[in-house]
């Protein structure tokens, strides 16, 4: 079946580590997105990519970092520079044309103890 | 950059009707998406405007008027399982990117 699939479901940092979280899309999507959600919050854009070898930040991009070496693959780090990375990650793919809805993968949970 | 506004929240009875509101100022207007997220889980569409008008899809229906910066999600019958976030998301483009940018969501209460 075609999807975002996104891994691990649940992670646990330690402060002054870096993670990275998997994002693999079979949908031959061109564009991919990475969102992180807060409670009772909406999602904020953190990095995007329209093609391979190229990405764009979004709104919160700083302490992250993003690579785009395969259409299929955006994995997204979170480094130790992110003070408060305890949060919901959503990444998502779409056909880069308007209109288009976009997919979400599942999301992953992150928790800094 | 842009700005979305949605209420926080709002509380409606199984069976009733409901309309949740969404305004918006961007630049590059594309269309205007509407999501619904249950607690944990990733958003779901629910509906898609470019165009002035009313969509309509079974219980639910989308109303857009771009020249006020406006749109409504319309929810009939409602049902318990309606209880959720519903998030309202423009589409922006600018030098030939697209993003997606969301409000941070209406939380949805349906009592018995």
């Known amino acids: 079946d075609g999807g975002i699939t996104q891994s691990p479901k649940y992670l646990f940092r330690k402060e002054g580590q870096n993670v990275t979280l998997s994002c693999e899309q079979n949908?031959?999507?061109?564009?991919m997105y990475w969102y992180r959600q807060d409670p009772g919050q909406g999602l904020r854009l953190i990095y995007y990519?329209?093609?391979?070898?190229?990405?764009q930040k979004g709104d919160i991009a700083e302490g992250y970092s993003v690579s785009r070496e395969k259409k299929e693959s955006f994995p997204l780090t979170v480094t130790s520079a992110q003070k408060n990375p305890t949060a919901f990650y959503l990444c998502a793919s779409s056909i880069w044309t308007s209109g288009n809805t976009i997919y979400f993968g599942e999301g992953s949970w992150l928790t800094v103890v | 950059g842009q700005n979305i506004d949605q209420p926080t929240e709002m509380t409606a009875t199984e069976g009733a009707i409901v309309q949740i509101n969404c305004t918006y100022q961007t630049s590059g207007f594309n269309g205007l998406f509407w999501y619904q997220q249950h607690a944990g889980e990733a958003p779901t569409f629910l509906s898609y405007?470019?165009?002035?008008g009313l969509e309509e899809k079974g219980r639910f229906s989308s109303f857009l008027s771009r020249s006020k910066g406006y749109s409504y999600l319309l929810l009939k019958e409602l049902q318990m399982k309606d209880s959720a976030s519903y998030l309202c998301a423009v589409v922006e483009g600018n030098s030939g990117y697209s993003t997606l940018t969301f409000g941070k969501g209406t939380m949805l209460l349906v009592s018995p």
């Open positions: 990519s329209q093609i391979v070898n190229d990405f």
């Open positions: 949908l031959n999507h061109d564009a």
């Open positions: 405007n470019v165009l002035d």
